[in-house]
């Protein structure tokens, strides 16, 4: 159950949050808690706020004075502490008792860390210098959420690369365009991702899949590249022999 603490500021919205609706409200947002794939337990915590509280968003025709913002912690196993993180904006419809889900956000702990360190290394890899030192800091950086050493792996010649957690990729994964790598004193070729077929167990016809808006295609070298299109997706390599991608 995910209990909320009301931090109401205006008379109306005191005489309104009765316990009788805050424990609906609870009841909604533990529902909603656990629909999260995300989210591993629908315990914790959390605070509920109005949004408009103005004396000119309170009149009768109002409905924004409805509109409440919950925030919750949650857990992930019973004792353990609250980590994850939930967000959802609900507007109480009167006439009908219930509440209308506006919008709701959930996001663990892991993601956070994870997004924050890559908002704060992306911002360094405007040049070619940058990359380069993102790439080295990276060599030396733990998983934000496990503290195993990041894997930085190249492919299919170096020319991009991506750095995940080995345990898991959901951990940490990032990834980038590297055009300078035969000057760079790394040494990648330990590095090189193995792209042995699954299905054909033989890395001889194996290319990588380039994603992105490739502006002028026949200057991409086939022998090392397949175009992969706009969408990015998890694929990283293509067998040629059996057109297997993985
Ligand atoms: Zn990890
Ligand atoms: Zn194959």
Not at 55 to 74: F, Q, T
Not at 106 to 119: C, I, M, Y
Not at 169 to 198: I, L
Request: glycine letters at 6%.
């Amino acid at each position: 159950m995910i209990k909320l603490t009301p931090n109401l500021v205006t008379d109306f919205h005191r005489s309104l949050a009765t316990p009788e609706w805050i424990a609906q409200l609870e009841r909604v947002v533990t529902g909603r808690v656990r629909a999260q794939e995300e989210l591993r337990s629908d315990e914790g915590e959390g605070t509920l706020k109005f949004l408009h509280t103005a004396d000119r968003n309170l009149g009768p025709e109002s409905i924004v004075k409805y509109i409440c913002v919950v925030e919750a912690n949650c857990q992930r196993a019973p004792g353990a502490p609250l980590r994850d993180h939930y967000r959802a904006s609900l507007r109480w419809i009167p006439e009908k008792q219930e509440f209308l889900l506006q919008g709701e956000r959930a996001h663990k702990v892991e993601g956070e860390w994870a997004d924050q360190l890559r908002t704060a290394l992306r911002k360094r890899m405007g040049s070619p210098e940058g990359v380069r030192e993102v790439i080295e800091e990276l060599r030396h950086t733990a998983c934000p959420s496990c503290c195993t050493k990041l894997r930085i792996e190249y492919y299919p010649e170096g020319q991009k690369w991506w750095c995940f957690c080995p345990n898991d990729e959901g951990h940490f994964n990032m990834e980038g365009h590297y055009e300078n790598w035969k000057d760079s004193p790394m040494t990648w070729k330990d590095q090189v991702a193995d792209r042995t077929c699954p299905t054909c167990k033989s890395p001889k016809d194996v290319v990588g899949i380039l994603y992105g808006l490739i502006r002028d295609p026949s200057k991409i070298d086939d022998t090392i590249w397949i175009l992969g299109g706009c969408s990015i997706s998890k694929e990283r390599w293509h067998c040629r022999r059996c057109e297997t991608e993985w």
